[in-house]
């Protein structure tokens, strides 16, 4: 089992900046591809980004290349989402995800995770 605790969320204005944390427990968490996902009120839960085992492959969903980013500290057991230039429809509940892999791959499909945190609501003020 993995536990994730995610943390970070608030509310901003439009053009501001974000930085979340999730925080993994239970297992190796080196061993794990690490995702951000998101939840809009009446939308469906969609792919943010995500980043491999090592930290060495990242990848973004189109709405956020450019002003999101993703990183991982392995020695902390965290993986982060950088958020800039935040617009009003980057708000949502963020959650963070982890699935097994040591391949270097990524996945950004949900049903590929196999862990999730409790999410961190995020509301952008226009």
């Known amino acids: 089992q993995v536990q994730l605790v995610e943390s970070g969320g608030g509310v901003v204005q439009a053009g501001g900046s974000l930085r979340l944390s999730c925080v993994a427990s239970?297992?190796?968490?080196?061993?794990?591809?690490m995702g951000w996902f998101r939840q809009a009120p009446g939308k469906e839960r969609e792919f943010v980004a995500a980043?491999?085992?090592?930290?060495?492959?990242?990848y973004y969903t189109d709405s956020v290349k450019g002003r999101f980013a993703i990183s991982r500290d392995n020695a902390k057991n965290t993986v982060y989402l950088q958020m800039n230039s935040l617009k009003a429809e980057d708000t949502a509940v963020y959650y963070c995800?982890?699935?097994?892999?040591?391949?270097?791959?990524?996945?950004?499909?949900?049903?590929?995770?196999?862990?999730w945190g409790q999410g961190t609501q995020v509301t952008v003020s226009s």
């Open positions: 239970g297992r190796t968490f080196s061993n794990y591809v």
């Open positions: 980043v491999s085992w090592r930290g060495s492959s990242t």
């Open positions: 995800a982890a699935a097994p892999s040591t391949r270097g791959v990524i996945f950004t499909t949900a049903r590929m995770y196999d862990y």
